[in-house]
Structures are given as C-alpha cells and as structure tokens.
C-alpha cells in the first residue's frame, strides 16, 4: 500500500519561504510522475508543479521563478522549495504521485501566507 506522508506547511509573511516536503512509503517499482497540486480557498484543486522520473519539470505559470520542484529518487522523496511567497499561494498544498498506474495523494498540508 502506497502512503505519501508531507510535511513543511505553516504560516509565512509575504516574501518569506517554505519548503514541502513529501516522502512516499510502499514503492516497489520506480515512481513516475511526482509533484504538487494545491486548492486554495473556495477555488478548485490546481497543478502547481510536477517532476518526472528524468527531471524533467513542469510549473504552473503563477509559480515559475518562484518554486522550485525536486526529488530525491533514492528516497522516494519530492520537494517543493517555495520563495517569494505571496498572499495568493495560501492553500492546502497535496503531493501527488503517479506510480505504474495509479493516482496517489498525499492528505494535504496548509500553506498560509500573510500579508
């Protein structure tokens, strides 16, 4: 059974950092695609950024140039490093990973930034 455990959540000022970090238990095989999505209040779930097996990155546009995704393969373990926080990025972050070929997500954490 596939558990993804985050932590790195809490509560900023605007222009402070964060860094998220989620660690996958369960994992056989080599895990694809592991990334972050986050819903904030009243809005929909959203991608934020994504990390291939090869390193390959994809950011959502409202982030780039401000986070920054990695993993650390050997540690089945994926990392969001959040600078230049703003007001808008307050959410319940999820990690996601996409393992032969199932959906996992992790049970989210708050990311609160203030202005």
């Known amino acids: 059974q596939v558990q993804l455990v985050e932590s790195g959540g809490g509560l900023v000022q605007a222009g402070g950092s964060l860094r998220l970090s989620c660690a996958a238990s369960g994992i056989i095989f080599s895990i694809n695609a592991m990334g972050w999505y986050r819903q904030p209040p009243g809005k929909q779930r959203e991608l934020v950024a994504l990390?291939?097996?090869?390193?390959?990155?994809t950011y959502a546009d409202s982030v780039k140039g401000r986070f920054n995704i990695s993993r650390d393969n050997a540690k089945n373990t994926v990392y969001l490093q959040m600078n230049s926080l703003k007001p808008e990025d307050t959410a319940v972050y999820y990690c996601?990973?996409?393992?032969?070929?199932?959906?996992?997500w992790g049970q989210g954490t708050q990311v609160t930034v203030s202005s």
């Open positions: 990390v291939s097996t090869g390193g390959s990155t």
């Open positions: 996601y990973v996409r393992y032969i070929r199932w959906d996992y």
